[in-house]
């Protein structure tokens, strides 16, 4: 919790939605970049957790605000490496008020494309792509 803490009060809660909506040249494109924002976090979160994929925050992630698109970045803390730095992380991933505000007022838990990203992700690593991934893992 401390460090979900730490992390909330480095970044407004605003940033991210700030930085999509003034990106946007008009109305739509802002509705356009926010729908696909969401679909690439959901997508992103659940990889990430099966990659053991930990220190995720705004500083470890690209965001480019006119689409909407989103990369990971620092993969120092991987495979589960988080569960043994000083303070371990033990949430799959964080969504902090600035990662969240972007999905609306109902955030992740109903935000339509970040849940069907989430969903569609962990399905496919459910599958063949999934078992392909354990095999290259070892």
Avoid: M, Q
Wanted: charged share 25%; hydrophobic share 45%.
């Amino acid at each position: 919790r401390e460090a979900h803490d730490a992390l909330t009060k480095e970044a407004p809660a605003d940033l991210v939605e700030r930085a999509l909506c003034a990106a946007a040249k008009t109305p739509d494109a802002w509705v356009s970049a926010k729908k696909r924002y969401a679909g690439r976090l959901g997508g992103s979160c659940v990889a990430a957790h099966v990659l053991g994929l930990g220190d995720r925050h705004l500083e470890n992630v690209l965001i480019d605000a006119r689409a909407g698109h989103l990369v990971d970045v620092d993969w120092g803390v991987c495979f589960d490496a988080g569960t043994r730095l000083r303070v371990p992380e033990t949430v799959p991933f964080r969504l902090t008020p600035a990662v969240a505000r972007p999905l609306g007022p109902e955030g992740a838990r109903r935000a339509g494309g970040f849940v069907e990203s989430a969903r569609a992700c962990a399905r496919a690593l459910a599958g063949d792509a999934g078992r392909s991934l354990l095999e290259l893992l070892g």
